[in-house]
């Protein structure tokens, strides 16, 4: 048994990944605090829609970290015909992570404090898309069922992938502030990844092993904030032959909103449809929905 030490341990904002070698495993942990205030704080969203979100941020940061490259993306979008929430939208780029759900808050008002996924979509999907450092884009779509956003992202891996995965995220506000954190472990029977993967079965011996060791974690220990997401690490899997951990990206609130950006959008539209979109200032104002800022574009 060993463990490769980290010169310092890793907290909040910041990803962890690891492997376990022998079983042909890897994963990351996340926990979100600063970055999680600073994405909500752009929007005044009532408790279940913050913790949705909460949630939908670790989902981006875990799945977005298995990505390679300062271009590489993964981007997540539940929608829904008539649900209550209609649109929810979260991306990850290089460690930064972003944002925003539109929903009818009427409606999410009668839910209660605590509704359930199937009550705040209804019938919808999940749209999970990873475009590479190399522009290579894969998406899957799957029903947004199940009890949890970390469970669809779950049937994303086996039916998209073929990966088997195992996510939990745990989130808590209190006096404190706001915390959200997940573990997701997968196997990768073939090793390195990217390689063609042959002979994937949900019920490999080491993949049923892993699955029961990363299920024991529990949602105080996600969320603990004098826990090193190196010794949850540590205690899921310290029998093992080898731990192997490797701190990822540091985790920011970013968005890529800029005038330039939105000039360049509104540039791509015919002159008429630019003057459609001018107020009686004549100026186009664009909000940006991540972070809730407004743009002027003289254009
Ligand atoms: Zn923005």
Same mark, same amino acid.
């Given at each position: ?8 341990e ?5 990803l962890?990944?690891?492997?376990l070698?022998?079983r ?5 942990i996340?926990r979100l605090?600063?970055?999680?205030e600073?994405?909500l704080? /752009? ?8 913790h949705l979100?909460?949630?939908a941020?670790v989902?981006?940061?875990?799945m977005?970290?298995l ?5 590489a993306?993964?981007?997540?979008q539940?929608?829904?015909n008539?649900?209550?929430? $209609?649109?929810?939208?979260c991306?990850?780029r290089?460690?930064a992570? $972003? =944002?925003?759900?539109?929903f009818?808050?009427? $409606?999410?008002?009668?839910l209660g404090?605590? @509704?359930?996924?199937a009550?705040l979509?209804?019938e919808?999907?999940?749209?999970i ?9 894969y ?12 469970a669809?992202c779950e ?5 998209s992938?073929?990966? @088997?995965?195992?996510?939990?995220v745990a989130?808590?506000?209190g006096?404190g502030?706001r915390?959200?954190? =997940?573990l997701l ?13 042959l ?7 080491d ?5 029961i ?5 529990g ?13 949850? /690490? ?7 032959e080898?731990?192997r951990?490797q701190p990822?990206a540091?985790?920011?609130r ?10 360049a959008i509104i540039a791509?539209? @015919? ?5 459609e979109m $001018?107020?009686?200032?004549?100026v ?7 972070c809730?800022?407004s ?5």
């Amino acid at each position: 048994m060993t463990e490769t030490i980290a010169t310092a341990e890793t907290y909040s904002d910041t990803l962890l990944g690891f492997t376990l070698q022998g079983r042909n495993a890897r994963g990351r942990i996340v926990r979100l605090e600063g970055v999680l205030e600073e994405v909500l704080s /752009a929007h005044s969203y009532p408790a279940p829609i913050t913790h949705l979100l909460g949630e939908a941020l670790v989902l981006g940061a875990l799945m977005g970290g298995l990505l390679k490259g300062e271009h590489a993306q993964m981007t997540m979008q539940a929608q829904t015909n008539g649900g209550v929430v $209609r649109l929810l939208v979260c991306d990850y780029r290089a460690g930064a992570v $972003r =944002g925003y759900a539109d929903f009818d808050a009427e $409606r999410l008002a009668k839910l209660g404090a605590n @509704p359930s996924l199937a009550a705040l979509f209804g019938e919808g999907y999940l749209a999970i898309t990873f475009e590479t450092e190399g522009r290579q884009r894969y998406q899957g779509i799957v029903p947004l069922e199940g009890d949890s956003l970390a469970a669809a992202c779950e049937t994303y891996f086996s039916q998209s992938e073929q990966i @088997p995965t195992l996510i939990r995220v745990a989130s808590r506000s209190g006096a404190g502030g706001r915390t959200a954190a =997940g573990l997701l472990v997968q196997h990768l029977p073939d090793g390195e990844e990217g390689r063609e993967r042959l002979h994937v079965r949900m019920d490999h011996p080491d993949w049923e092993h892993v699955a029961i060791l990363a299920g024991t974690i529990g949602h105080d220990e996600l969320l603990d904030p004098a826990l090193s997401l190196e010794a949850i /690490a540590w205690r899921l899997f310290h029998e093992e032959e080898e731990v192997r951990v490797q701190p990822g990206a540091a985790l920011t609130r970013g968005c890529r909103c800029s005038t330039a950006h939105y000039e360049a959008i509104i540039a791509r539209f @015919p002159a008429d449809e630019q003057d459609e979109m $001018r107020g009686e200032d004549g100026v186009i104002a664009v909000d940006c929905q991540f972070c809730s800022r407004s743009f002027a574009l003289a254009i």
